[in-house]
Structure formats: structure tokens, C-alpha cells
């Protein structure tokens, strides 16, 4: 039988490297998780929160924003599976609210200056963020749609927001008064598509977004601090959450922990970036993905699902016209939810390997070459791509592969 493959001296050069981030004041803490053929190896470094925080626990709770999406994603896969949902049907079917879209002639034109739509949005276009809407970045004065945005009180646009005062229903509601930014299918434009899907996810199963991932994902793989809220009986293991201040060049303070947005349920539960997690828990769906739909003995996704989650969805067109990172779709690719590698463009841009990041400070990706699934929780928030913790944690994970 194989061992893990992982280097123990490298695994101690990796802590120095991390250790670094947290003398030096960059993260307060750090969780990093790696489990390879069985084996799991974690870390844990720092602090809570600053001035004197209690110190970091490998059972911290995280804010992970964005990799709230993959698991949004893997729910809407098990209705496909109960063919509640199918992949290419329009979504309008179960939220009538997004028929008859109207496109913008022009991103940063008038929004009453519209064509209509040449066909309707689906449920892959949600999936893969190719619906017509998403974040543009940019200021109000620029793009109208913008302004209509902020006037709307529209989270799904921005970071996330968990006092947003409206109900899935009133969400979407206040959504279809907007035109599309472009076309269904035309472009990818990220984060609003797990947005939506979360509400056409509520309809479909007849529950509750939080109640049906509870139940469905949650629950069978044993995720017990993972949800759209922290319980006032674990309110001491949430993590202070910071912003980097480019003025001081100190970490200002973004989200606490009696006092957190997250202390109460949401009125919107948010499918894009409203669930926190724990390094070991998030490693349970991770590994579920990186079996093809099995964790242990109870299976979540058949095997077909999971491959088309974690396939590139991306014609080179859609690469072309959709603006993200310098050069980022060069070696990469988008499947449902979560980003793909394609190409050999570093240490750690293993082809196969899938995942995606949380910009408060997280990041997560199985690769199926390397058998390993590896995570990294921080609670500053950061660009990962211009994360220094970033870029050496992946770094220094795949040179801790002995074999």
C-alpha cells in the first residue's frame, strides 16, 4: 500500500513559510490542511484575532465566501440526478421572474437602451457563469447598470453581504427589473450566477437553500460546522475577519465574532459566498469530489456528475471575451461552480486539478493526479492570485510530494 507520498522535512519547510505570514503581521492565523492517500496532515499557526486573540484551532471557523459556490453547485448536480432540474432547460420554468430578459446595447450605456435576449437563461448558464450577469469592475459613474445595482440594494454584485434585509423572493424580484449586462451563454461574468441558483435550488427542492445542503451534503458528510450561520454555542470559535488597509499597511478590522454578520441566520441565504466552514470540514467535501461523488461509504453525486462538475465549460470564445486575472485563462478553465486547471503554468498547475478560493482569506482544490486534496483557511481578505500566503502555501504543498 502506498504511503502519503509527503516529505516531512518539506512539511516543516512549509510551517517556517507559513509561521513567516503571522510573525511578520500579514495573517493573525493560519489553518493548512493536506490529505493524500489517506493520510491527513494539519497545521495550525497564530492567532484568532489580533491584540492578544485566542489562539488558532484546527477546528477555527472560517468565512469562506466564495467557496460557498462548488457546494452550491454540487446541490444543484443531485436535483439534476433527480431530474428535478436538467441542465439545459430555462430556468424561468421554476422563477418566472428571469422570462423575457432584456440585454443592454451597450455595458456602459443607458438601462433603458436594451435588445431583447436571444434566448432564455438555463441552468448551465448559472453553473458556469455565462447567465449575462455579474460583477464589473468599475465605479457607478461609469456603468448606469452599476447605479441601479446600489439602488436596488443587490448583494450578489460585490462581497458579500449577510444583513441584506431581503428574502430569496424579493431578491429575485428586485433582480428581474434589471436588464442583462450581455447575452445568456455570450460571456462568463463571475459570482452572480451562484446568486440565482441558490433561489432556483429553494424551488426546486421545496425547501429552504440552507435546509436542503444540510440535509443533502452537510449532514451525510459529516460537516457539523459548516452553514449560513454560527450558532451562539460556537460563536467562540469564529475567526475575526480583517481587510488589508493599503494607506497604513495594517489590517483593519472587518467582521468579529459575537457581533459577526454570520452570529444570526440570514434573511438571504447566499449561494455565491454566505457559508462558513472548518479546514477539516470543507476537506470531507473536497474529498468527496476527489472520489468522484463518495465520501467513506455514502456516496453524494454519482460519478458522471461529479466528472461533468470538474470538466473546463469554456469555449476559447467565452476566454477571449471575458475579462478576470492577466493571463489567467491561458491555464485555466471554468466547470461548475469551481475552476479548472488546464495547462502547466506553474508548480502547483497540476492539468485536472479543481478548486476554488474565498476572498476573505481561503482556498481549496483536489487534484486527481496527486490523489491529495490540500486547503488553506486565513481570515484576511485578499485577491488570492495577489496573495503572497497564497501563492507560496500552493507552492509549498506540491513540493512537499515525495514521490
Known amino acids: 500500500m502506498k504511503g502519503s507520498g509527503l516529505s516531512g522535512a518539506r512539511l516543516a519547510r512549509m510551517h517556517d513559510v507559513m509561521a513567516g505570514y503571522v510573525e511578520r503581521g500579514d495573517v493573525p492565523g493560519i489553518v493548512t490542511l493536506i490529505a493524500r492517500r489517506g493520510e491527513v496532515q494539519a497545521d495550525v499557526i497564530g492567532r484568532m484575532a489580533l491584540n492578544g486573540g485566542d489562539p488558532m484551532r484546527r477546528d477555527t471557523i472560517f468565512r469562506i465566501t466564495s467557496m460557498t459556490k462548488p457546494i452550491t453547485a454540487a446541490a444543484a448536480m443531485i436535483l439534476v440526478e433527480e431530474c428535478k432540474l436538467r441542465l439545459d432547460d430555462p430556468v424561468e420554468r421554476l422563477v418566472p421572474e428571469l422570462a423575457d430578459r432584456r440585454v443592454l446595447t451597450a455595458l456602459d450605456g443607458p438601462i433603458d437602451q436594451t435588445v431583447p435576449a436571444q434566448r432564455p437563461i438555463t441552468l448551465r448558464d448559472l453553473l458556469t457563469f455565462r447567465l449575462g450577469l455579474g460583477i464589473i469592475f468599475g465605479t457607478s459613474d461609469q456603468y448606469p447598470i452599476l447605479k441601479a445595482i446600489e439602488d436596488l440594494q443587490l448583494v450578489g454584485f460585490g462581497p458579500p453581504n449577510q444583513a441584506t434585509p431581503h428574502s430569496p423572493d424579493e431578491w429575485i424580484r428586485r433582480l428581474s427589473t434589471l436588464p442583462l449586462m450581455h447575452q445568456p451563454g455570450e460571456r462568463w461574468m463571475y459570482n452572480t450566477g451562484s446568486y440565482v441558483l441558490g433561489v432556483l435550488i429553494a424551488r426546486a427542492s421545496g425547501q429552504p437553500l440552507e435546509t436542503f445542503v444540510r440535509q443533502r451534503i452537510f449532514d ?59 479546514a477539516d470540514d470543507y476537506l470531507a467535501f473536497g474529498q468527496m469530489l476527489l472520489n468522484l461523488g463518495k465520501y467513506k461509504d455514502t456516496r453524494i453525486l454519482s460519478r458522471p456528475s461529479v466528472e461533468t462538475m470538474i470538466a473546463d465549460h469554456l469555449r476559447p470564445e467565452h476566454k477571449a471575451r471575458s475579462a478576470f486575472f492577466p493571463d489567467y485563462w491561458d491555464s485555466r478553465g471554468w466547470g461548475f461552480g469551481l475552476s479548472v486547471i488546464t495547462g502547466r503554468s506553474d508548480i502547483a498547475a497540476t492539468p485536472g486539478r479543481f478548486g476554488w478560493d474565498g476572498g476573505y482569506g481561503t482556498s481549496w482544490s483536489s487534484d486527481p493526479k496527486e490523489e491529495m486534496v490540500a486547503i488553506l483557511m486565513t481570515q484576511r481578505a485578499q485577491f488570492p492570485l495577489l496573495s503572497g500566503v497564497y501563492l507560496d502555501f500552493w507552492t509549498s504543498v506540491y513540493q512537499a510530494i515525495d514521490d
Open 220 to 278: 451525510p458528510l459529516g460537516m457539523k460546522d459548516t452553514a449560513f450561520s454560527v450558532p451562539a454555542e460556537k460563536l467562540h470559535r469564529l475567526a475575526t475577519s480583517y481587510w488589508y488597509n493599503e494607506e497604513t499597511g495594517a489590517l483593519d478590522f472587518n467582521d468579529g465574532a459575537q457581533d459577526s454578520q454570520w452570529s444570526r441566520p440570514p434573511a438571504f441565504p447566499d449561494g455565491g459566498a454566505g457559508l462558513v466552514s472548518t
